[in-house]
């Protein structure tokens, strides 16, 4: 069940937003005052707030501002003053939207529904960016720069880190000695190419069950390496 805070001062506004987020399906807390209101921001979790912009102690500016710095949570401001919706947009506080009093209930419900619709896809979307290769038993976690055999990490220094993700992103394709150099080493080619041959022997070492038959990087004779899938 997703969890709504309501921070407003005024009681009744206050309770149709609650009975209508209730009716479908909402969790809801209510503060009516901005210093209990923020703490309470603050300390529990929350799937959408409804900021009042007036409020008795800290205003709704202060709250959206304070929570924007610790949470990404949606963030929805009200206020009776058509000026402070051009304040809340003049201020970049961090507010997802504003509306003006008095709304429909239904509106709003609408609106939050939205939101969290739009703030789940983006929670979604960002798991799924979590950069991970997965060949056989090689697991290569990009976001994290790690790397797992068959379950197992494994050590790997920022160069041969680079030089197997690099090989594992571009599958079947054979590289030369040169242009791995190039890539990995972001230098001319004058450099010692005996380098790469010394890293990909490291890596094997690391990630192959018999470095004599290698599974995933094969080496081409006369010409360099491919990542074999
Ligand atoms: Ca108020």
Known sequence: MSRVLIVEDEDAIAEIEKDYLELSGFEVVIKSDGTSGLATALEEEFDIMILDVMLPGVDGYEICKQVREKKNTPIIMVSAKKEDIDKIRG???GADDYMTKPFSPSELVARV?????????LVSSAK???DIIEIRGLKIDKTARRVFVNGEEKVFTTKEFDLLT???EHPNHVFTKDELFKEIWDMDSIGDIATVTVHIKKIREKIEYDTSKPQYIETIWGVGYRFKV
Request: charged share 30%; no cysteine.
């Open 128 to 130: 799924e960016a979590n």
């Open 91 to 93: 201020l970049g506080v």
């Open 113 to 121: 529904k939205a939101h969290l619709a739009r703030y789940e896809r």
């Open 166 to 168: 690099f090989l594992a």
